[in-house]
């Protein structure tokens, strides 16, 4: 029989305010092997701590029972309290009386019923607690960071820069993401590249940080601290280490009519290309879909001009296999595709382009070397009309934009509006936004300056219609504070599109087995004390994969991220999660039920003797569970039809004596 | 019309242990009466031509069998009707026997009857029945021969046939036949139709009369645990007395939940069930509702297929996908 100890704690007013914790107490005293029983203000500070010490010695305890707030606040707490106390760590039960009970009930005797109830349920569980100890595993002192745009190659370099090796694995032929495509950065106005492409060079230089760009990661297996993953990168047909970057061959390639994804496609390159001139790798990449000589074998000019002897046609798709501690999940974000917004016509004119698109029309390495020219026509552009929120904080638009702020919009619409005005005097710019939001240092000075100094027309109210006509844009709107109706004859309209998580995530998620929220960003542990980890041990989060973000923001989480990587690959070995899945032998049958539901491929088979009760012995396949990968989810202990799989810590019986306590 | 005869199984198995081929047949034996034939172990061709029998009685599926025959020296030969082989295949993907160690022959079926239906047929003085082409023809004591068409009375499984398709083998008698339709949700379809009340009061009067001797379980061949949780006294459930009659509806309801997605409808439950409760329909309505929510899927169909209840893939929805779709 156990000697069970009960602690009910009034967490201030949190619980004691609906729940007559007294009560509940001294209802819990009558229970069978409760043998102490007790009420107190914060149960989880010094004092209540050494309450429970006191208690666990005076009364030799053998089983403790905290009422309090939920087990993931601190259950972690009370199991080192118990610890400290000299007992199992694992003898201690979180009964919640603060989330599933204080906290949605409003008055005080049902509270108290529940939480008596709740507290019965626990009492219950521990009479079956078995004192558990915790695997011990290595570290691999090696990151994997996914995603190299700011946010991974800012994780990266912080992570090389405390010694451990890191490896990026970036889908594009080069790293830089979509912080290379922008022009200028608010609220300074630096040019995106000055300040990105130093550090591309540092991480590309680095002895730490191995760059597998053109490639992606096919399959993760392991688990916090023994990550396995399968890496494919692409055949770029162009010998990485012999290829000198001379871009020699891209001038050369006869086949110029491959659009230009850098460029948004807003220009052409040839079928071998450079993404830009400061890619990093700087290697040369043939596009499979358009050059002749892969396609019909006809050509073959990019490999007579490449002094280098770079060019391999026969070059095939590649698979690395590491083996990581941590990985970092960096894979950014996009716009939305525009063309569901009928109203704004960006599928029936070019001159309606996105804000991404503006940043590309007006940057000197774009499709008009910098030049604000209207993609139909090549003309200058008079009147510019910007269109915020399109997509974003669109409830009633399900299925075509998001519900979310983008978050980035408003401030980089002040940007352009601001350049534009700036750079062309002679030009008029309206701005229509449902409201403009601009929290940050410096951000609402910037705003403020784009319709101050530079005269930009800011027009509460959202346009209704785009129509092109006679190779104007015509622009329906309503401006709400002058409540009237705006026509206005533009030359050119830029949508400040949503933004939402790359396509790459979703099936990254469920190979990291991270969890997502319904708009597909990766989920963080905690919204508010762990915003970079996610709740999957090991996985951590930088960068707009987990939330709009803007660059500064981003370069912050990248660098946090890092930081919580760089405190696990510190340690030598971890220790495990002992509630952990076991199979009885005895009574397993060997169907694989079992190894069919993991999603952890924890579950093996082996052959095993058995003595027979007629001292004979017999073979019989059996489960077996690999502790250190079993993530203690207890999927198959519901499937094993036999009931030989059970959960340590959550046994079905120690469960089903929760569900009586609470029945009876 | 049967195209295979017991001359033409006996031979073969005759065949077969003469060549060492196999050491023992799983077949069927006759009984005390014309109408009990039971499954039985045969090691020499003599045995078998003694008592071996097959007739529209011989409706035993041996599946579940070969994993004691398995554990022996030596292969066995066993016959499989379609839905035995159906069985067969799915102890094969749990994993249950040695696939190695059996030789297994496919023997086309057309229905077979059992002693229950014969005898509801027959109620007073039955002595034997046999097919003769597409009649039933009873023998009575009392009222001499009873001719009846033999489709219309055959047992409700098998008139509710899946399948005529034998679906594993080593090598296969007579013609094979097909999957067929032949309605078997029909009756599940009847349940569901009912009031909440008179569903309970059917299933109250139908699962009342168990007595509990198990012999469902027994026969059943998805359950083939090592240890059946309802004898284990770990799971708190043996040897528990009942406090009334209608209790034992919770030996059925969790045996029904546990061969979920692994039954392969083969109906043996109902056949064997001294008290003619029609079991199957549980298991029928549990295929029925995987089918309707998962896709239709047949236990058994094919070796190593994955249940829809019982299978983890990287592409399964997220809880608040299934949640956002509703009910599909």
Not at chain 1, 362 to 376: C, D, M, Q, Y
Not at chain 1, 471 to 486: E, N, P
Not at chain 2, 171 to 177: D, V
Request: net charge negative.
């Amino acid at each position: 029989m156990q000697r069970i100890g009960v602690f009910v704690c009034w967490c201030g007013s949190n619980i004691a305010a609906t729940v007559d914790v007294h009560a509940v107490a001294e209802a819990a005293k009558l229970e069978p092997g409760v043998v102490f029983s007790t009420d107190y203000q914060y149960m989880c500070s010094q004092a209540g701590q050494n309450m429970i010490i006191d208690a666990v010695k005076e009364h030799k305890l053998t089983g403790l029972v905290i009422c309090s707030c939920s087990p993931r606040m601190h259950e972690a707490t009370f199991r080192k309290t118990a610890a400290n106390a000299g007992i199992n760590p694992y003898m201690v039960e979180i009964a919640n009386i603060r989330e599933q009970c204080s906290w949605v009930h409003k008055d005080m005797p049902t509270g108290t019923e529940k939480a008596i109830i709740l507290a019965k349920a626990a009492i219950a569980k521990v009479h079956l607690n078995t004192p558990l100890t915790p695997g011990e595993s290595k570290v691999t002192k090696r990151a994997l960071v996914i995603g190299g745009g700011i946010a991974g190659i800012q994780t990266a370099l912080d992570i090389a820069d405390a010694g451990y090796p890191v490896d990026i694995v970036e889908k594009e032929p080069t790293i830089g993401g979509k912080m290379a495509q922008l022009d200028k950065t608010f609220p300074t106005l630096d040019c995106a590249a000055c300040i990105l492409t130093p550090k591309m060079v540092d991480a590309a230089q680095n002895e730490n940080i191995r760059i597998i760009s053109y490639a992606k990661v096919e399959e993760v297996g392991g688990f916090v601290g023994n990550f396995h993953v399968k890496i494919r990168k692409k055949a770029r047909f162009v010998n990485e280490d012999v290829c000198t970057g001379c871009g020699l061959c891209t001038e050369k390639c006869p086949q110029k009519k491959v659009p230009n994804a850098f460029n948004l496609n807003m220009d052409n390159h040839r079928a071998i290309y450079i993404p830009f001139a400061q890619a990093v790798p700087k290697v040369a990449v043939i596009d499979p879909d358009y050059c002749n000589m892969l396609k019909n074998g006809k050509c073959g000019v990019c490999a007579k001009v490449c002094t280098a002897g770079a060019i391999d046609y026969k070059q095939e798709d590649q698979i690395i296999e590491e083996d990581y501690g941590a990985i970092v999940a960096a894979t950014g974000y996009n716009p939305i595709s525009v063309e569901k917004f009928d109203e704004f016509a960006y599928s029936q004119s070019k001159d309606v382009i996105t804000s991404l698109e503006f940043e590309r029309l007006t940057n000197a390495a774009g499709p008009t070397a910098g030049k604000l020219l209207r993609p139909s026509d090549g003309e200058h552009p008079h009147t510019i009309v910007f269109v915020q929120c399109v997509g974003s904080r669109c409830a009633s638009c399900a299925g075509k934009g998001k519900e979310y702020c983008s978050k980035i919009c408003c401030m980089y619409t002040a940007k352009h509006a601001m350049l534009v005005r700036d750079k062309y005097p002679d030009t008029e710019v309206y701005v229509f936004y449902i409201d403009v939001r601009t929290p940050g240092k410096n951000f609402d000075e910037f705003y403020r300056r784009a319709v101050e100094e530079y005269g930009v027309h800011y027009i509460k109210g959202m346009v209704g219609k785009v129509t092109p006509e006679n190779g104007k844009l015509k622009v329906q709107a309503s401006d709400l504070l002058a409540d009237r109706q705006l026509h206005i004859d533009a030359d050119l309209v830029v949508l400040a599109a949503a933004i939402e998580p790359d396509k790459s995530a979703r099936p990254l998620a469920t190979m990291l087995t991270a969890s997502m929220d319904t708009n597909d960003f990766f989920t963080e542990a905690h919204p508010k004390l762990r915003p970079v980890e996610s709740p999957t041990a090991g996985i951590f989060l930088s960068g707009a994969c987990q939330g709009p973000k803007d660059i500064p923001e981003t370069v912050s989480q990248a660098s946090a991220a890092a930081a919580k990587v760089i405190g696990l690959l510190s340690k030598n070995t971890l220790k495990g999660n002992p509630c952990v899945a076991q199979s009885d032998e005895l009574m397993c049958n060997g169907c694989s039920s079992c190894a069919n539901v993991c999603p952890y491929g924890a579950i093996t088979y082996v052959n095993k003797e058995f003595r027979m009760p007629d001292r004979t012995t017999k073979v019989r396949r059996v489960a077996s569970v690999n502790p250190a990968v079993c993530q203690g989810c207890g999927a198959c202990t519901v499937a094993c039809p036999s009931g030989a799989m059970d959960l340590n810590g959550f046994k079905n019986n120690q469960i089903m004596a929760e569900v009586d306590a609470i029945c009876k | 019309m049967q195209t295979v005869t017991r001359e033409t199984l006996l031979d073969k198995a005759s065949a077969l242990l003469a060549s060492g081929e196999v050491s023992r047949v799983l077949g069927w034996k006759k009984g005390e009466f014309a109408y009990d034939v039971t499954p039985a172990v045969f090691e020499s061709a003599e045995e078998m031509e003694k008592d071996f029998v097959y007739d529209i009685f011989s409706g035993a599926n041996f599946s579940k069998y070969l994993i004691k025959e398995t554990a022996k020296e030596g292969k066995v030969l066993v016959f499989l009707k379609p839905c035995d082989s159906y069985s067969f295949n799915q102890l094969l993907t749990e994993h249950r026997f040695d696939r190695e160690k059996v030789y297994a022959i496919g023997i086309p079926c057309d229905g077979m009857m059992d002693a229950s239906t014969v005898k509801a047929l027959a109620p007073e003085g039955l002595v034997s029945a046999e097919r003769d082409g597409d009649n039933l023809v009873i023998h009575t004591l009392y009222d001499g021969d009873k001719i009846l068409p033999y489709a219309d009375n055959l047992p409700d499984r098998c008139r509710h046939c899946k399948s005529k398709k034998v679906v594993a083998y080593d090598e296969m008698l007579g013609e094979n036949g097909d999957v067929v339709d032949s309605h078997r949700f029909d009756e599940v379809a009847e349940l569901e139709a009912m009031s909440e009340d008179a569903r309970f009061a059917f299933w109250q009067n139908e699962l009342s009369r168990c007595i509990r001797c198990n012999a469902c379980r027994d026969v059943c061949p998805a359950c083939t645990c090592e240890k059946c949780v309802f004898d284990n006294p770990k799971s708190g459930v043996e040897n528990k007395a009942i406090s009334d009659s209608y209790e034992e509806k919770m030996f059925h309801i969790i045996r029904a939940f546990h061969v979920a997605g692994r039954c392969t409808d083969c109906g043996e439950c109902s056949r064997v069930c001294p008290q003619n409760i029609p079991l199957h329909l549980l298991n029928r309505k549990f295929i029925y509702d995987i089918d309707r929510n998962y896709g239709d899927y047949m236990a058994g169909a094919e070796e190593g297929s994955r249940a829809p209840l019982v299978n983890y893939k990287t592409e399964d929805p997220e809880a608040a996908d299934v949640l956002e779709r509703g009910d599909k």
